[in-house]
C-alpha cells in the first residue's frame, strides 16, 4: 500500500455554509469577487457573501466578465480589474468556469506574467488565496489546484496548475444549486462522475483515493433514478453536491485519463458541454480499459447497479438519441489534441494514438 | 448532511516514504530532530533522515530527550536546544510522544511564552514548520495539530493545539514500526481504535468523517486475530499504520470523547500504557453509550465482528487478567479529572460527573 493524500482546502460542506462561517470567507481586507454574468446571482450565493462582507467590513469589488469555458484573454481582463482595484483576496462564485478563473487570476495578480506562460510554468509568486463557492455539482474546482483554460492558439483547453492555487476555503452548500435547471444538473453530475471513475481507474490511483472515490460513486449512484427522471429533490442535490466534492478531492490525486483528454474536442469544436462530452465516452472507456483493470471495472458496474457495459452506455446516453458524426478530418484532428494531453498517460490502460482514433472512430464514425 | 474537512498535512504513506521522497523533507535550513532515545534508532527511521539531510547539505541538530508522556519541562528544554542551535524546522520521529512534543517545541521556539500558557491560549506566532515520522501506529499524531502534554501542575495530560501545529509533511512508513515488540504493538493498535471510535461516536462526529472512521476500523478489524496472536506480519504492519493515520484524521475533525478523559488518570496515576487504559474502558463506553447512538454501536460489533459488547470487552482484555481495583477516594479524584477535560463534552451521551463515577465504580471498584 502506498499513496499520498494532500487536501489542504479547509472544506465546509452543508446548508448555510457561508452565513454560518462568516469569518472563514474573509482572507484578506479587499475582496474580488469573480463569478459569472448569471449564477452567482440565481443561487443566492452572491447575496449571502455580499452580505458577510458587509456585516464584516470588508470592502469588494465584483468581477462578473467569466465566461462559459474562459480563455487566457478573459482571465488577464479579470486579473487587470482586481489589481486595478487592489484586493488582496479572492471569492470565486460559480461553476467551474468562474472557479477555475479565479485560479488563474489569483495567479496572474501576484505575478507579473505572459498569461500563456501558465500553461508551461510555476508562477514564482504565491496566488492571492481563494475562496471558492461551487453554484453546480461537478466540477470540484472548489477542492483542486486545478484551472481548467481555453487555449485558442492551441485550439483547446490545457490545465494550469500551481501548488498555492488551491482554494484556502470551500463553502459547498447543496441549496445553491437548487435552481439549476435539469440540463446543467444533469451535465455536471456526469462530469462529477467521470472525475471519481477516471480518478478511480487512473494509473495513479492508491488505496485511500480508491475509498473516497467509491464513496463519491455511491453517492452519485444514489442519484441515477432522479437524474433520469429530471425528478431532483433536495437530498439529490445534496448527494450530487457531496459526489461533485469528493471528485474534486480524488482527481486532485490522480489527475483524469482520456475521457478528459477526448472530450476536450467535443466542446471546443462540437459545443456540447463538458459534462456531456464526457459522458458520451464513458461507456467505451470502461470496455476499453477493462482488461487493464477487469476487477476495478466490475466494482463500478456494481456500484452503478449493471450488469453489462451496454447498460452504463445507455444511461450515460440520457437524453441524447444518438452521438454526433465525426468526420475523418476531425477524428485525425481530435486525436491529435487528445494526444496531447498529459492525462492520457495516466489512462489505465497504455494508449496510443491508434488507440484513440479508433475509440472517435467507433463511437462518432457514424455507424453507431 | 454538514460535515467539515479539514486535513492540511501532505501525508505520504508506504515502505520507503522519506528516502523516495527527500526533497519534501526539506522544510528549512537548519532541521531540528525531535526523538526519544530509541525508537528513531531502532526503527532505522534516523538513519534514513540523516542520510537524507546528509544528501541535500541541511545541518541538523538531535535532541533525543523526550521522555514518555512529555511534560511541558521536557519540551521547555527541547524548545531551548533548538533556540540555541538556530534550527529552523523540525523533524519529530517517534510515537506520540516525540510528535506532540515537537509541536509544543514548535510552538515555543517562536514564541516567548510560559509553556503552561501552552494550554490556555493559541501562540500568537506561526509554530516552526514540522515533517512527522510515525514509528508506532497508535497515536495518528502525524496528522493532526494535537499535543498532548503532562502537566505535573495539574495531576494528569491536557491537549495543547493551534492551527499551525499541524505537521506540514507526514512520512507513514509501516517499515519503521517491523521491530515493535507484541506490547507495545498492541497498546498503540489499541489506542489507534479508540480514535476511529471515539470519532465515529462523538457528537461532531459527521457523515464524511465517518467514511473515514468507518475505514479505520475495518482495516483495524484485519488486525485483530494478529493482534491477539502475536504474529504480526508486514501486512499487519501495513494496515495498523493506515488505520492509525485514519484516526489522526478522524480525530482531527471531531477530538476524542470520555474514553481518553477517563483513561488519561489510568496512565498518569496508575502505570498504564494509553492504549491499555483506554483499552479497559472500551466495552463499557460501547454499553454505556448505545441508547444515544444504537445504529453506530451495531455497526462497530458488525465491523468488529462481535455479537455482543461483552465479547468486545474481553477482546481488548487481551493479555490482562483483570483490571486493577481502585480504592473510592482514588475513583473520585479521577472522576473530577476527567471532567476537567474537554473532549467529555463529545461524548455521545450526555455525561455527568455520577455517570463517571459509576463507570470507573462499576470496571475498577473491585467487583470485576
Redesign the interface.
Known sequence: ???????????????GAVSNNAKKLVLGSKALIVTGRNSARISGALDDVVSVLTSENIDYYVFDGVMNNPTLENVSKGASFGRENGADFIIAIGGGSPMDAAKAIAALMTNDMNPIDLISTVPKNQSLPIAAIPTTSGTGSEVTPYSILTVHSMNTKKNFYSPSSFPRVAFAD?AYTYSLPYEITLDTAFDAFSHLLESYLSKRSN??ND?IAI?GMKAFAECMDALNTGEITEKTR?SLM?SSCLGGVAITHTGTTIIHAMGYSLTYFKGYSHGRANAMLIGSYLDFNRTAQPEKVEKVLSILGFESIDEVDKYFMVGMDKRPVLDDGEIDKFTGLAMGQGSVMQNPRTVKADDINKLYRELFGGKG
Open positions: 500500500m502506498e499513496f499520498g493524500f494532500h487536501m489542504p482546502v479547509d472544506l465546509i460542506f452543508g446548508t447543496p488505496y485511500f475509498v464513496e445534496e457531496y
